[in-house]
């Protein structure tokens, strides 16, 4: 998925700089959520002025940044991928670190709360993700989470990399990690105002301009589309759920 995550984030920094900061949240939200959802999320993480915030999985920084200027919070992003931890230092100022989801750099309790948008889809490894979350945040805070889950076998081709979970499978494993479910609703990724989707479109199609030859750029299109269409079959859904730590 480096493609994906890798250097398509460092063509989107790019042509977010070309177009004006105006376009990084909507850029930088793409594939994590509109407007909507991630007011959705935020208005249930308890969340007051100074709180300190983990994005964990906070590709380009688009949440971090919309949640750090939305709520007066300080949000700290962690990002396994290079190009895309820099990118959210530099398009919005936010502390950023390249760092595996499943070992993060932080003390334990270290964090108010957290989120993890459309991340815990793309790892074998949820049990120690969601593990490593719930050591580094304090006692009764709360993770909200978008997971695509699979509500039925998925038809090929499936997106590389991806490994979708049950809603089923979900809930045992925040139980195991040591979370309580605290409320869930399905996810309208289009809840965005046509502004932000329009500025979202324009840096698509500016890095599209500038590298849409580029066999990188193809594959990373590819997974989109795989993706947008196990969702319009109905066999894969967008989930919000909001958790606290036990």
């Known amino acids: 998925m480096e493609a994906e995550f890798g250097t398509v984030a460092g063509w989107t920094e790019e042509a977010v700089r070309a177009?004006?900061?105006e376009h990084a949240v909507p850029a930088g939200t793409r594939g994590s959520g509109g407007e909507g959802t991630l007011r959705w999320l935020a208005d249930r993480l308890a969340l007051e002025a100074g709180s300190r915030v983990l994005d964990d999985g906070a590709g380009l920084g688009g949440p971090a940044g919309w949640l750090a200027a939305d709520r007066g919070v300080r949000?700290?992003?962690a990002e396994p991928m290079r190009e895309a931890a820099r990118a959210a230092r530099r398009?919005?100022?936010l502390p950023s670190v390249a760092a595996m989801a499943q070992s993060l750099p932080f003390a334990d309790a270290a964090?108010?709360?957290?989120?993890?948008l459309g991340v815990l889809c793309t790892t074998t490894e949820k049990a120690a993700l969601l593990t490593e979350l719930r050591r580094v945040l304090r006692p009764g805070s709360r993770l909200g989470l978008l997971v695509f889950v699979a509500d039925r076998p998925l038809p090929p081709p499936l997106p590389e990399g991806n490994d979708f979970p049950t809603e089923d499978e979900l809930h045992g494993l925040l139980e195991g990690a040591g979370f309580r479910l605290d409320e869930t609703a399905d996810a309208d990724l289009g809840d965005?105002?046509?502004e932000w989707s329009q500025r979202a479109d324009a840096v698509?199609?500016?890095v599209e301009r500038r590298?849409?030859?580029d066999p990188r750029w193809q594959e990373a299109r590819e997974q989109y589309r795989r993706v947008g269409r196990l969702m319009s079959d109905g066999a894969l859904r967008p989930l919000l759920a909001v958790a606290v730590a036990t």
């Open 91 to 93: 398009l919005f100022g």
């Open 204 to 206: 698509e199609d500016e």
């Open 111 to 116: 964090f108010d709360a957290g989120w993890c």
């Open 75 to 77: 949000v700290v992003c």
């Open 192 to 194: 965005s105002p046509p």
């Open 19 to 21: 177009l004006g900061p």
């Open 211 to 213: 590298h849409g030859d």
